[in-house]
């Protein structure tokens, strides 16, 4: 089955700072999602973005499918940035969402 | 626009009981997705069902598990015999074309003691 990688695992921000997580996978895929599961485990949906770019405030993400990996940019980050985000692919031919591990992200004041 | 909606949010079971999910998908969304997050882990996918339908289950457990989606109602994920390791958070996602974008209710925390 496809594998989906994200890195770094942990981050730890200070206030303010800017970070880059990345997602690579290793197969086609139809769709690509990325989510933040806020520390109440909710799952927020932030981007649906099988290819190219998207902004969403202090958020944007790329995706380069050719290349088979996906970015997801944080600018200026807040305490409430803090969670866990997820990168989640539909294999090409498959039909669920198949989850990397995740990136733990602690933003300190 | 309601999201998706799941309930209990909470659920306490002791070993050998059973325990059923409730799912309601978003308005105009007929594909449901169940998935399991095990303690400090990501989310494994576990079936895909379409209104009466199963289409994939190859994530169920083969015992004790089922999971159905009438034509009325909602979608329901059904654990018999709970055992300690069942403990799990428990994701029900829904979309209104298969593999497209899904939305996902706030879970169901299961606890078997």
């Known amino acids: 089955g496809i594998q989906v990688e994200q890195s770094p695992p942990d981050l730890i921000l200070q206030e303010g700072a800017n970070s880059t997580l990345r997602c690579n996978f290793s197969d086609s895929v139809n769709n690509l999602q990325w989510f933040h599961q806020n520390p109440w485990g909710q799952l927020i949906n932030l981007f649906y973005i099988p290819s190219g770019t998207k902004q969403n405030g202090r958020l944007s993400a790329t995706t380069v499918a050719t290349e088979r990996y996906s970015l997801l940019y944080i600018s200026s980050s807040q305490t409430t940035d803090s969670g866990v985000y997820f990168c989640a692919v539909v294999q090409t031919g498959a039909n669920n969402l198949f989850f990397g591990t995740g990136t733990r992200l602690t933003v300190i004041p | 626009n309601a999201g998706v909606m799941q309930n209990p949010r909470h659920l306490v079971r002791r070993r050998g009981q059973e325990a059923r999910l409730r799912c309601s998908p978003m308005k105009g969304h007929s594909h449901v997705y169940w998935y399991r997050q095990l303690p400090e882990e990501g989310l494994k996918f576990m079936v895909y069902?379409?209104?009466?339908?199963?289409?994939?289950e190859s994530g169920m457990p083969k015992e004790r598990f089922s999971a159905e989606f009438p034509k009325e109602g909602p979608s329901i994920l059904r654990i018999q015999q709970v055992v300690r390791g069942d403990s799990a958070a428990y994701f029900c996602a829904s979309s209104p074309l298969s593999g497209t974008e899904a939305f996902f209710g706030q879970g169901t925390r299961l606890t078997v003691v």
């Open positions: 069902l379409q209104k009466e339908n199963i289409i994939d």
